[in-house]
């Protein structure tokens, strides 16, 4: 059976950086497109970013452009969401998930249970 652990959250002031890991067991993240996504308290969940499962191709919410950055390692089984100049409003829990196709397509084979990003000061 499957699975993504998703690692690397915590608690950061504004400003600062943190670096989340979702690791994948029972299944090769080669052949998946990897989402970030995220919830903050009373609102809905909104995707983050995508990276595809072929040429490495990478989107990301207009909210979070320039200050994150999707990457993948398949020699690991793991890909990263680095997350620079942080602010308030990116408090949330993070999750990832994965699509077993080309691109984040919305149908995802697999979910993360979720890591806690908390920015305050």
């Known amino acids: 059976q499957g699975q993504l652990v998703e690692s690397g959250g915590g608690l950061v002031q504004p400003g600062g950086s943190l670096r989340l890991s979702c690791a994948a067991s029972?299944?090769?993240?080669?052949?998946?497109?990897i989402g970030w996504f995220r919830q903050a308290p009373g609102k809905e969940r909104e995707g983050v970013s995508c990276?595809?499962?072929?040429?490495?191709?990478?989107s990301y919410a207009d909210s979070v452009k320039g200050r994150f950055t999707i990457s993948r390692d398949n020699a690991k089984n793991t890909v990263y969401l680095q997350m620079n100049s942080l602010k308030p409003e990116d408090t949330a829990v993070y999750y990832c998930?994965?699509?077993?196709?080309?691109?984040?397509?919305?149908?995802?084979?697999?979910w993360g249970q979720g890591t806690q990003v908390t920015v305050s000061s």
């Open positions: 998930a994965a699509d077993r196709g080309s691109w984040c397509s919305g149908e995802y084979d697999y």
């Open positions: 029972g299944f090769t993240l080669d052949y998946y497109a």
């Open positions: 990276i595809s499962s072929s040429d490495g191709s990478t």
